[in-house]
């Protein structure tokens, strides 16, 4: 459990300072929809950092494995999704956005087994 909190705390961090580069860094840089493009990626960052955290304290009993298994697919789903969104502000390229979809599955599935390690829980 002490792994994936400190993991989604760390996350929940950087989405913070990926948001505040976006609204005062980038600001006067980018286009405005690249820079909605970027926060748009940052939002999600947050959303799934704070679902790590719950996951992580799902990590007990018999849900240990789904709930680990819904950590994993949140991380995964930050580093597509986001990832991809924040390179595709910062680049402009558009080959990117083929790798989104991928980590929004991911935050779909992770919130499936977060489902699934609930009903596990005593």
Known sequence: ?????????ILGA???ICGAF??????AR????????????????????????????AIRGEAVSRARLAAILFLAGIVLFSGSLYLLALTGQTGLGLVTPFGGLAFILGWLALASAALRLP
């Open 30 to 57: 980018l286009s405005p929809e690249a820079r909605e493009i970027f926060e748009t990626g940052a939002r999600y960052h947050m959303y799934h950092a704070l679902a790590m955290g719950l996951a992580a304290l």
């Open 14 to 16: 950087l989405a913070v």
């Open 22 to 27: 976006a609204a005062h860094g980038l600001a």
């Open 1 to 9: 459990m002490r792994p994936w909190l400190c993991t989604a705390a």
